[in-house]
């Protein structure tokens, strides 16, 4: 149980255009949902935390207006990467904790974006 | 604020030793610490996890860690270490105190393990 599942696995796109990528808990509720990026051999940094019908809360640095983030069900949260540049290339990986999840998060296969 | 510091970027053991994979926290209040290992282009997998309870916790593919609060400790043991176990480890820490969507994990820099044959 608790499988998170990311599409696409990877996306070559032309500067300047958007992108969605989308994140779904297959078999759980996720009231929460987080959004990571991570370059090339570092860390997870989070971008954005969301609640299932609310706004999500961007990290500082993070463009809100850059990444924009639905998460309009329980089920499913997407990260539109908006006029896309080739310093937004990187690995995005989402991650979900379910309603009566109090200490687990379940991760993503991941998104690896190639923008050209 | 929470950190983590995993002081190895990288770990080289022979397989069938011993392995160790460093971590230390720095948190408020009583620490939920989190093992994760990630394989190329994929995602993280959940190791192990300490919330409360034993000190020593014992996770998936024969990983164990020990809790250790005077050091604010938290490493990554395993007794014979297997070419498969060569990845990138994270280790990360949350704040029991934390509530809401605000319960968020911070992660150590990963460390890469390499087991040779």
């Known amino acids: 149980g608790a499988v998170v599942s990311q599409h696409p696995s990877w996306v070559i796109c032309k500067s300047g255009t958007s992108v969605k990528i989308e994140c779904r808990s297959l078999?759980?509720?996720?009231?929460?949902m987080f959004w990571y990026r991570q370059f090339p051999k570092q860390s997870l940094m989070l971008m954005a935390t969301?609640?299932?019908?609310?706004?999500?809360?961007?990290e500082q640095g993070v463009e809100k207006d850059k990444f924009l983030i639905n998460h309009a069900s329980l089920t499913l949260s997407t990260l539109t990467v908006t006029s896309a540049h080739p310093e937004d290339s990187s690995f995005y990986i989402c991650?979900?904790?379910?309603?009566?999840?109090?200490?687990?998060?379940?991760f993503g296969p991941g998104t690896r974006l190639t923008v050209t | 604020a929470q950190s983590v510091a995993q002081p190895e970027d990288q770990v080289n053991v022979a397989e069938g030793n011993p392995l160790t994979v460093k971590c230390t926290y720095s948190v408020s209040g009583n620490p939920y610490l989190f093992w994760y290992v990630q394989y190329p282009n994929r995602g993280l997998q959940f190791l192990l996890k300490y919330i409360t309870g034993d000190n020593l916790v014992k996770g998936s593919y024969g990983f164990e860690a020990e809790f250790n609060k005077s050091q604010t400790s938290f490493h990554l043991k395993k007794p014979s270490a297997l070419v498969s176990d060569s990845a990138l480890y994270f280790c990360a820490v949350r704040n029991s105190f934390s509530s809401g969507s605000a319960r968020q994990l911070t992660f150590g820099s990963g460390t890469q393990l390499t087991v040779l044959p």
């Open positions: 078999d759980f509720q996720a009231t929460t």
């Open positions: 991650s979900a904790r379910g309603i009566k999840d109090q200490y687990e998060q379940y």
């Open positions: 969301s609640n299932e019908g609310s706004k999500a809360t961007y």
